[in-house]
């Protein structure tokens, strides 16, 4: 069973910038796709940008050219956020996640709050 680590949400003023990241548990060499997703309560929980092992990555349209996901392959398949231009908006709980082999891994969650 996969495990995926997350850190580096914290509290933010509009406007500033956070980095997350996410680390899974094992080295994983099948072809696979982490992301990142959010959600505020009542709502549904959203994709904000994932990217595969090969290939481009691919963003919400409400975080295109301020955020930017990346990931090193070679170390634990970690996943990063750089999230700039911060808005209240983007608030939420944000979710690593893993697919692969037709199977999603979450993480357990970080809390992103931006205050105006």
């Known amino acids: 069973q996969v495990q995926l680590v997350e850190s580096g949400g914290g509290l933010v003023q509009a406007g500033g910038s956070l980095r997350l990241s996410c680390a899974a548990s094992?080295?994983?060499?099948?072809?696979?796709?982490m992301g990142w997703y959010r959600q505020v309560p009542g709502k549904q929980r959203e994709l904000v940008a994932r990217i595969p092992n090969r290939g481009s990555a691919n963003y919400a349209d409400s975080v295109k050219g301020r955020f930017t996901i990346s990931r090193d392959n070679n170390a634990k398949n970690t996943v990063y956020l750089q999230m700039n231009s911060l808005k209240p908006e983007d608030t939420a709980v944000y979710y690593c996640?893993?697919?692969?082999?037709?199977?999603?891994?979450w993480g357990q969650g970080t809390q992103v709050t931006v205050s105006s």
């Open positions: 996640n893993l697919f692969i082999v037709n199977h999603d891994y």
């Open positions: 094992e080295d994983i060499f099948s072809l696979n796709v």
